[in-house]
C-alpha cells in the first residue's frame, strides 16, 4: 500500500542530485506502460520539478523511439535493458542525433556491461543503471560514479555502470545468509537483499499483516540475490528463483546473460536453469542472433565463453529461437521457456 506521504518523499528522493535529478529544463520519456512501477515514480517527479514528459504510445519498437528521442529532444529516457538494446541496433543501423540524451537510465534487469560500453563508446550516451521494486515506490539505487572514481578510465568507470549502484537517500540496504545473518560488503559475498526506508511498503492491500514477506525487525525481503562493495555499491547477482545450482555450486544467470550477450552475433540471450542428473541442475542459454550473426553456432559461443566465465558455467545446452519471450513490461519471461523446455518445445 502506497500513502501520500510515502508518494511525496519518493519523489525527493528520486530528484535528488545523487539520484535522477530531475530539473526543471528536462524533457523526460519514460518507455514503459503506465501500469508499472515507473508510473509512480517519474511522473510525479516531473511534475515535482516542472519537468516536460513525453509519452511513448503502447507500441515500444525502436524505430519510433528513436525518432521521439530525436525530435523531442529527449534529456532522461528510462526503460529496461530489451528495449534499450533494441534501440542500440537501431541507431546503428539508421543514426539519429541523440546528443540531447544525458541519462539513459535503465533499470527492471541488469543491463550487460557490453551494452553501457557501446552505447557510451559509440554513440557518447551516459547510461545510468538504477535498481527498485513496485514495493519501493519504485526507486532503491543508482550507479553513478563518484568523486572517488574520477581518476578510473573509461573501462574502470563501466565497471561501476554495469553496477545496480547506491542506495538513495532515505533507503536502507542490507544482505543476509538464509537464516538470516547480516552478510559483510565485500563485493564478493551473496546474499539475499533485504530494504527498508520511508517509501517502502510494510503491507499488501488485503494482505496478512505478519506476512512472510517481512522480518520481524522491519526490513523487506526482496528475493534478489545481490553482493555489496564495501563502499555500498550493489550488484544483483540473480532472483532466487532463477539461480542455477549445478553440483552444489551457484550459477548466476544475470552474470551469463551478459557474457553471452557481449558475443558481437548474439542480440538477446536468456538463461534458464534444466534438470541434470549428475549436477542437478545446469543452465541453458536461449539465444537469439543478430540479423548478420546467422552463422553463430553453439560450439563458437561456448568458445567465446570459455574464456570469460568459469568453465562450470558454459552451458551444454544451446538453443537458437526468433526472439526471447517477455513481459507486459518488457522483462524476459523465463517462465514460458520453462514451460517450453518442459513441453519439449524448446531446443
Aim: hydrophobic share 40%; proline share 6%; with cysteine.
Amino acid at each position: 500500500l502506497y500513502s501520500h506521504r510515502s508518494m511525496f518523499l519518493h519523489t525527493m528522493g528520486e530528484n535528488a542530485a545523487n539520484a535522477l535529478g530531475v530539473r526543471e529544463s528536462d524533457v523526460v520519456l519514460p518507455v514503459v506502460p503506465q501500469f508499472h512501477a515507473m508510473a509512480w515514480g517519474l511522473p510525479y517527479a516531473c511534475a515535482a520539478s516542472g519537468a516536460d514528459i513525453v509519452m511513448p504510445g503502447p507500441h515500444l519498437r525502436p524505430q519510433p523511439l528513436a525518432d521521439l528521442i530525436a525530435t523531442e529532444r529527449v534529456t532522461i529516457a528510462a526503460g529496461v535493458p530489451t528495449i534499450w538494446n533494441g534501440l542500440y541496433h537501431e541507431l546503428k543501423q539508421n543514426p539519429r542525433d541523440i546528443s540531447c540524451v544525458r541519462a539513459l537510465v535503465v533499470g527492471g534487469s541488469a543491463m550487460p556491461r557490453s551494452l553501457i560500453e557501446a552505447y557510451e563508446s559509440q554513440l557518447g550516451v551516459n547510461v545510468v543503471h538504477a535498481w527498485g521494486m513496485t514495493e519501493m515506490s519504485p526507486l532503491g539505487t543508482v550507479s553513478i560514479p563518484l568523486k572517488a572514481h574520477e581518476e578510473l578510465d573509461d573501462a574502470g568507470k563501466w565497471d561501476i555502470k554495469a553496477k545496480q549502484g547506491y542506495p538513495i537517500l532515505g533507503v536502507e540496504l542490507r544482505i543476509v545468509d538464509e537464516i538470516g545473518r547480516e552478510l559483510p560488503w565485500d563485493g564478493k559475498t551473496m546474499g539475499e537483499l533485504q530494504v527498508r526506508g520511508p517509501w517502502i511498503i510494510s503491507q499488501y492491500f488485503r494482505r496478512d499483516a505478519t506476512p512472510d514477506y517481512m522480518t520481524a525487525d522491519g526490513w523487506f525481503r526482496t528475493g534478489d540475490v545481490v553482493t555489496m562493495t564495501p563502499d555500498g555499491y550493489m550488484t544483483i547477482t540473480d532472483r532466487t528463483k532463477d539461480l542455477v545450482k549445478s553440483g552444489g555450486e551457484w550459477i548466476s544467470t544475470v552474470e551469463l546473460e551478459g557474457a553471452i550477450i557481449g558475443h558481437p552475433k548474439v542480440l538477446e540471450a536468456a538463461v534458464i536453469a534444466i534438470p541434470d542428473e549428475k549436477w542437478s541442475e545446469r543452465p541453458m542459454a536461449c539465444v537469439v542472433r543478430t540479423q548478420d550473426g546467422w552463422d553463430l553456432t553453439a560450439e563458437e559461443l561456448q568458445a567465446y565463453l570459455g574464456e570469460r566465465v568459469a568453465r562450470f558455467w558454459v552451458p551444454e545446452r544451446v538453443v537458437f529461437i526468433d526472439e526471447v519471450p517477455k513481459t507486459s513490461v518488457g522483462k524476459f519471461d523465463k517462465k514460458v521457456l520453462r514451460r517450453q523446455f518442459a513441453e519439449g518445445t524448446l531446443g
